[in-house]
Structure formats: C-alpha cells, structure tokens
C-alpha cells in the first residue's frame, strides 16, 4: 500500500523534528538516571596520604550563621593541623568579622563596592593567601558562610583528591528543606544533581561540575591564575565549562554538607534570575569553544556542559509559541491555512508538551525521594509528599526565568541568609 503522506503537514513536521532533536540531545541523561538509579553511590579508594587544605569563604553580612559554618569544619575527623581556615568579610556591615575570628577562622576584611559579587571576593581573597602563605596548602575549598559540613566531608574529598584530581565538587544537600515548598523544591533539584548527574558522571569517567558551594580545586590552579580569574554571574558554570574545555577532569565525592535555600519565591526569582543570566554569559563566551571540544577533540563532557548550559527551556517556549500561532491564524483563515484537524493536533502538542514536561519532573523527584530518602531530612512528612507535585510546578517556573534573563540586565545580588541551625539540629530534622 502507498504511504499516506496526507498528515505531514508542516506543522507536523515541525514538531516531530523538534521533539527529535530535544530527545537525542538529552538522550545521555536518561542514562545517568539509570546509573544512579542500579549503580548507586561511587567508591573511593581510601587516600595514601593526608593532604594540607585551605577553606576559602566569602561572606557579607553573616554573622548569624558563619560561626556555626566553622565549628563544623573544627570538628572534622581529620588533623586540624592540616585544615586553615579563611574568611573574607566583604563589605561587612554587621559583626560578621568578629564572630568568624572568634569561632576561630583566619579573617580578611574587603570594602570594594566597585567590584561586587562572589568572584572578585575570591580574587582578592587567594591573592592574599598565595602572597601571605606561599606554598602552604595543596587544595582549597570553596564554601558559603551558611553551610554546614558532615564531621566526615575532608576525609571522604582527601581520598578523592588523593586519586590526582584536580578539582572535585561534592554531594550538596540541604539544611532547611521544609521552610517552604520553595525550599524543599530547591532541595530536591540539587540531590538529584549528587545523584543522577555527578555521582553518575564520576561513574562514567567523565567530567563533574562544581556548584555555588562545596568543591574543592587544587593550589595548582590557584597558583596559575594567582587568584580567581572567573567572573560571569555564574563562577561556578563558567570554571567547569572552562575545564571540560580543556580536558581538566572535575571528581565527585559522596562527601556531604549542607547549604539554606531561598524559602520565599521572590528571592528564589533573583537568585535564579541571576543564574540563567549568568549561564547565558557563560554559552556565549564559550559555545563555539565548546562545540569545537566536542566535535574535534571527542571530549564528550564539553557536549554535557553545554546541554547543561544551553537553554532547552527556551527550545520548548518557541514550540510552544509557533504551535499557538499556527493556531490562531489558522483559525482565523477559516480552514484555508489549516484544517479543524491540523488545528486539534497543535492543541494536542501544545498540551503533551507540558504534560510531558510535569512528568519528567515529577519522575525525576520521585525517583530523588525514594533513592535519597535517608538524605531528606524534614519531620514534617506532608511537606516531603506535597513536594513530589509541587516541585515540578517550581521547575516550569523556569519558564519565565529563561526568556527575561535573556532581555534584561542582571546583578549580582547576595542572597540572604538566616537559618541558624548547628548540624545536629539539621540532623535531627530541625526547620
């Protein structure tokens, strides 16, 4: 029998191709997902040596919670002779200063208004250390003054790091998951990205990402820069698309600590405004670099990071928008430009579309809350629940993120932080 070709309409086409390209692009992932979900954690060798550490923090305005930030590094099962630690207070204007030295950290204090945001406190604070303490320290941990450290964090990144790495991030959980749904929503995308992203990427032998917080890079790379030499919105993005670039294989270690998130939905917006905007710096200083890695020189974590980075949110708008503009001037043509049929199929789209999208997210949530449900710690049980239905509706929140970072200027902005909490409270399911 002939084929009927009656129903590839251009419409038609234009959607099965852009659901095509969609799904070979974040084909790998499903992968990951599977690798995380029977491979479970990766194991470290156990390291030959104990390695000399620098904690670097960058903090503004922190005295409610940089103290409890470094007692959970004094109280690491690893020789605190071998463990400094160092505080820029940037542009302080509270006690943040006197609580860390009291709490016993090594404190700079910094007042450039000019030069904003955390890259240029990093900048300042290792070209400080470098000059004051040359050749003291073999690696540097990068934290926000409001995290929290599990008593077992160095020694689990020292065997990490013992194995040549040159840079490692770690497993970032959250201290306040049931604040709010914002916050419990926050806390399940990041143990998904320990689990079904890093964990899975270390598993594989290829490159990780570091995240905002919790990741170490080698004195090595310091040194070279003589300080910190990454300065989009998004430092983080911008050191591991510059790695994947260049062959510079990022570690991913089970080591925990924990990190407050946004509770509200407006400072959720900034914090994420900022974010895509800075991914958006970051596509567009490195996307040829990086298709030239992946193309030429086979260098598959060069392709993640720029499907991590490209905005595929935006690829679904514009599908989305077409599919309505067929429909409206179809509609208006009277069944000239399309018939009742080509017109109910982009209806259907435009709905599959986001149906597929609530459930992929809701997925992945659940998989995260089944797999990690030790690491979720929140005693109100309804919150954990509820999430699994909210969390996909704060990720198409995205939506509008991806299309106004696109048009409109950004700063960076500190986020603040208040949840006042020791491990032990965190732990034992505190709020």
Request: aromatic residues 14%; glycine residues 6%; contains cysteine.
């Amino acid at each position: 029998m002939p084929l009927d070709l009656s129903n590839l309409t251009p419409i038609v086409i234009f959607n099965f191709l852009v659901g095509t390209l969609f799904s070979l692009c974040f084909l790998y992932q499903i992968v990951y997902f599977l690798i995380g979900i029977f491979h479970g954690e990766v194991k470290i060798p156990s390291a030959k040596r104990q390695h000399r550490y620098a904690f670097f923090i960058a903090a503004h305005n922190e005295e409610a919670v940089i103290a409890n930030l470094v007692q959970s590094i004094r109280q690491q099962d690893y020789p605190s002779e071998l463990i400094d630690i160092f505080v820029v207070a940037d542009a302080c204007t509270d006690d943040t200063a006197r609580v860390a030295r009291e709490a016993g950290a090594i404190v700079y204090e910094r007042n450039d208004l000019a030069r904003k945001g955390k890259s240029w406190v990093m900048d300042y604070g290792f070209d400080r250390i470098l000059n004051e303490y040359p050749g003291r320290y073999e690696a540097f941990f990068i934290f926000d003054a409001d995290n929290l450290l599990s008593s077992d964090y160095v020694r689990i990144m020292n065997d990490a790091f013992d194995q040549g790495y040159l840079a490692l991030t770690s497993y970032r959980n959250s201290k306040n998951f049931g604040s709010s749904w914002i916050s419990a929503a926050y806390a399940t995308w990041f143990l998904r990205e320990a689990r079904f992203l890093n964990n899975a990427r270390m598993i594989c032998g290829s490159s990780c990402a570091v995240s905002g917080s919790g990741f170490l890079v080698s004195a090595k790379i310091i040194e070279g820069m003589h300080g910190w030499d990454f300065h989009t919105l998004t430092e983080d993005i911008q050191f591991s698309t510059f790695c994947a670039i260049h062959g510079v294989q990022i570690g991913y270690a089970p080591a925990v600590f924990y990190d407050e998130q946004p509770v509200t939905f407006a400072a959720s917006w900034k914090q994420r405004m900022r974010w895509t905007k800075g991914f958006y710096q970051v596509l567009f200083t490195y996307g040829s670099h990086m298709v030239k890695a992946f193309t030429l020189l086979r260098r598959f974590a060069a392709y993640d990071m720029f499907m991590t980075i490209a905005p595929g949110n935006l690829l679904s708008l514009v599908a989305v928008l077409v599919n309505v503009t067929f429909m409206i001037v179809g509609s208006l043509s009277h069944g000239f430009l399309a018939t009742d049929r080509e017109l109910n199929m982009c209806l259907g789209s435009i709905v599959m579309t986001f149906v597929s999208m609530y459930g992929t997210f809701f997925t992945a949530g659940l998989l995260t809350t089944v797999l990690e449900r030790k690491q979720i710690h929140c005693k109100s049980k309804m919150r954990i629940v509820t999430n699994l239905f909210t969390f996909p509706l704060f990720m198409f929140t995205y939506l509008p993120i991806t299309v106004a970072a696109l048009f409109l200027k950004v700063d960076w902005v500190p986020t603040p932080h208040g949840v006042s909490v020791t491990l032990d409270q965190v732990l034992d399911g505190a709020k």
